[in-house]
Structures are given as C-alpha cells and as structure tokens.
C-alpha cells in the first residue's frame, strides 16, 4: 500500500496538454486541426498519447532510414567522398567488415587484423553488434555489398525497437505530461543520427531507468545504470547529480540501493570478458586515452585556429579538469537552489558538461541529450532551437569531409565554415543548458512546476523535505500545496 506521504505527493492530476501551455505546440496542432477542445476525452481508445508518439517514433525513424538510402544503394561501397556528400554516412556497414564480424571473429577475444587491434566498444555495445551479425542473413552466394546491407538492416531495426522504448519511457517518466514524449519522437537531430552508430542502445537503458526511479525503484534504477554505462561510458555520470540530490533530501538510503545495482550489473557484464580477454576488454578505455582531438569539440576549433597541435595528454588532463569545475558548480547549484532542481535537470546539465568538454563531440551524442531535454526542459521553442543547431551541424560536418576528402574538386564546406558549424553545434547546446539553469534559479519559469508538481521524475525526491541545503536555499520546497501557490502566481514560461 502507497504511504500518505506518497498518496499526497502523487496525487492524480488531469493530463497537461501542451496546447494549451505552449505557443509552439498550439500553432503545431494547427495541422491536424487545433488544440485539443475543453470537452475533448484524451487517452481513451485505441489511440492514447503514448500509443500516438509510437507511431510517430517510427515514422521519423522510417524516415532516418530514407535519408540513408543514397549509402545504402551506393555510397558506402563506392568510395568515400559520396557518402559524405548525400550526408548518409553510417560506421555500422563499415564495422561489419573492419571488426571482424563479417569473418566470424569473436569480439574481444580474436585480434583484428586492421589498424585497431580488438573490438573498440564497450562489452554490452558489442554484444549488441554480435548480435546484429548473428541475426544477417548469409550464404555463400552473397556478395559482401550484400552483407553489409543486411547487416546495417539488422542494427537498424534493432536501433528501432530502442528508439520506441525511449519515447515510452520519456512519456511515462512524466505521469502527467505524457506528450513530453513527443519531443523525442519529433526531434529531427533524432532521426538523422539514429543509425550512424548504436548510442540508442545506451539510450534506452537510461531512459528505462530515469523511468524506474520515477517510479521509487531505485534498485532496478541502478540496474539500468550499470547496463548503460556497460553500453556507453556517459550514464554513469546520472549518479553524480542523483547523490546530491539526495543528500540534500535526506535520501541517501535508496542511492546506496541505485550504486548497489548499478556496479552489480556493470560487474556481471564486465568480469566474464575482462576474466577471459583482459586485452580485449580494456581496449576501450585504452583507445578513449589515446583518441586524438576530433570532429565537433571546441579543442579542434583551437588546434585550426593557431594551427598548432595540442598533446593528448594535455587535453585528457584539462579536459577533466574543466568536468570537475562543471561539476562542482552543479553541485552547488543542487544545494543552493531555492527549491532543490528536478533530478532531470541536474542529469541533462552533467551529460552536456561532458560532452562540452570532450575532446570529440561526434554528431550522434546529441543522442544522449535528446530524452534528457525533453524531461529538463519540455518546452517546444527552446527544444527546437537547440534541434536548429544540431541539423546545422549534422549537415556542416559531412559537407567538410567531402571538402577535405573531395580532392582538387573542393566540393563542401571549408575549413573555416566548419569551425562556424561547431561553433552554432556548441552555442545551441550551451542555450539550452542556460534555459535549464535559468528554471532551476527561478523554479516559476519551469514548465514542469507550473501545475503544481515538484519533481515528477525524481522518484522518493519528489516532494521530499530537505535535509541539506546551502545558503538561502529553503528548507521545505517539496511540497505541492506550496509549489501550486507558488505557479499559480507565477507568469507562463516562455
């Protein structure tokens, strides 16, 4: 049975409806005939919101795919320049070849004959592609065209099925803002990266545990972590945000059950393969050390600027340097905060750090950022601003591979129009973590808060009192009576 103290807090409200809270959204609807009516009954019948945003999860993903078709006919296998001048480009067909699958060999445990000694993803990423080539149809009569085709037809259609799984989740992680799912689902930058390489994967396990601990299931919330961050290194960066938030609750207990599950869960999966192929296993951390400065971070944008290179080492150190400072300065936002932000918030603000840093910021991390901006910031204008700027880039990075790699032709972008492209890719993020800071000074102008609601994803958190807290933070921000009193007084976010 729920507690009072649940029952008060998760109290069933009416669905939001973004037509009638959002400008953009009410011009949107204009397409299919309007915001929705006062005496309208929503989520009745076969087509509820989630059950919508699924159908147009697939639809943008089954366009994604058509973007693609240009490489998937041709381009992949006939050079490189014109995969990069469609702007179709895909690691997953080149992969099967390059790593082995296409010859059979086990990853991590067999040695590759190429440039990259072993397999250069994380375990669970690899059993993820081990999968997709056990599941590739294969003869004898096949030409290798052929394989790399199904083979990239395989990933996609699994990449797809992570692609639903995040829009549920993002929809359901909100109980009374179901339609936040469908700024996933729409999201342009979403589709267009979707199969460039299998950040989905990761993305679904997160998104499945923001979901759990919605839900007050910290165990299996870390669960998930683990497998995540046994997927791709960034959800693991989630418990940092979540230990402070719930030292500052009082809540420490259900974060020791998250840790709990999360390295128990990263351990079954890591031991057997780094007990076996230690070489294997370790290949890459050992290759995220070495990696050079590449497409998309502001460390390339210094090394053409002054045309001079910077050791690795040297970006390696600086770049957790400026991780810890960011950190840092998230944690004290977390702590002295008037109302102690959103657990979304906080988890989008710590991934974008990450990636600011990076010595590499490819295309599809925006990936990472998408579920995690729609439960921080579910507000369309913002959202596709940000989107504006991460299609610019997605163009602006292919069209500088067909310049550089076009030869005497020079057909793209030049080196000094990529720069502006990174540029607009690093601002357009910086502006929504802004907005997200902006909501958690002035919690009024936070479209989540705006009904009444503390932190509808934040699990035992939500409308928790306080137990730490700095300077003039309050001591009680949690509850819902105050947090209604203090939206209904507030203007609408914009």
Known sequence: MPSAEETSVHQERPAVRPTEQDEIAAAGSELIGGPVGRWARTGTGPLTPVRVMVLVAIGMFALGMVQKLPCYDAAWFQGVNSQYTHACYSDIPHLYVGRGFADGLIPYADRLNGDMEYLEYPVLTGLFMQVASWLTPASDTDTAQLREQMYWMANAGMLMICAVVIVVCVARTHRDRPWDGLLV??????????????????????????????????????????????????????????????????????????????????????????????????????????????????????????????????????????????????????????????????????????????????????????????????????????????????????????????GDRHQGLPEDGYQVAIALHLLGTLYLCAVVVRDILMPERDPVRRDGSDDPSGGVLDGAPDTVALGRAVREPGRPEEAGDEARSAPPAH
């Open 185 to 406: 689902a729409l999201a342009p930058a979403f589709a267009l990266t979707a199969t460039i390489n299998w950040d989905l994967f990761a993305g679904a396990l997160t998104a499945a545990a923001m979901l759990m601990w919605s839900r007050g299931r910290a165990f299996a919330f870390g669960v998930l972590i683990g497998l995540a961050t046994a997927a791709k290194l960034y959800p693991v960066l989630l418990l940092g945000p979540l230990l402070v938030l719930c030292l500052r609750a009082g809540r420490t207990r259900e974060f020791g059950k998250a840790l709990t599950g999360a390295v128990a869960a990263w351990l079954v999966v890591n031991l057997p393969v780094m007990l076996h192929s230690p070489e294997g296993w370790k290949k890459f951390y050992t290759f995220s050390q070495e990696r050079q400065i590449d497409f998309g971070s502001f460390w390339l944008v210094i090394t053409q600027r002054t045309g001079k290179p910077i050791d690795v080492g040297t970006v390696n150190t600086a770049s957790v340097l400026l991780m810890i400072v960011l950190c840092a300065g998230i944690a004290g936002l977390a702590l002295g905060a008037r109302r102690r932000p959103r657990f979304a918030q906080l988890a989008f603000l710590v991934v974008a750090a990450f990636i600011l840093t990076n010595k590499v910021y490819s295309p599809q991390y925006v990936l990472w950022l998408i579920p995690l901006a729609a439960l921080a910031r579910p507000r369309w204008r913002d959202f596709l601003i940000w989107q504006a700027c991460e299609v610019m880039y997605f163009l602006g990075i292919w069209m500088y591979l067909a310049y550089t790699m076009g």
